[in-house]
């Protein structure tokens, strides 16, 4: 069974940064494509970012462009994401999620997509 266990969440003024880590059980970690995600109250999930089991191809929503890099080590089963320049509409509670990937430089972005989801940390940005 795979199991993802975010980490780093936390309470931050706007403008401040906070880096999400996700570690990955198993064995395959190379063979999942990996995703982002946030849901704030009363709103649907939505994808962040994402990137490739190769870490060649990554994916932003327009909102955290230039703000938010993923990233990726095979190495240690983990995906991270470095959130710079927070803003108040950044709250929400964060999930990383995996997918086995067929293609080595396919993203997604679709939660229906994923198969293994982390429990979620809290990030709260006051203004």
């Known amino acids: 069974q795979v199991q993802l266990v975010e980490s780093g969440g936390g309470l931050v003024q706007a403008g401040g940064s906070l880096r999400l880590s996700c570690i990955t059980s198993?064995?395959?970690?190379?063979?999942?494509?990996m995703g982002w995600f946030r849901q704030a109250p009363g709103k649907e999930r939505e994808s962040v970012a994402a990137?490739?089991?190769?870490?060649?191809?990554?994916y932003y929503v327009d909102s955290v462009k230039g703000r938010f890099t993923i990233s990726r080590d095979n190495a240690k089963n983990t995906v991270n994401l470095q959130m710079n320049s927070l803003k108040p509409e950044d709250t929400a509670v964060y999930y990383c999620?995996?997918?086995?990937?067929?293609?080595?430089?396919?993203?997604?972005?679709?939660?229906?997509?994923?198969?293994?989801w982390g429990q979620g940390t809290q990030v709260t940005v006051s203004s």
């Open positions: 990137i490739s089991r190769s870490a060649d191809s990554t």
């Open positions: 198993g064995r395959t970690f190379s063979s999942y494509a």
């Open positions: 999620a995996a997918v086995t990937a067929l293609y080595s430089r396919s993203t997604y972005v679709n939660p229906h997509d994923y198969a293994y």
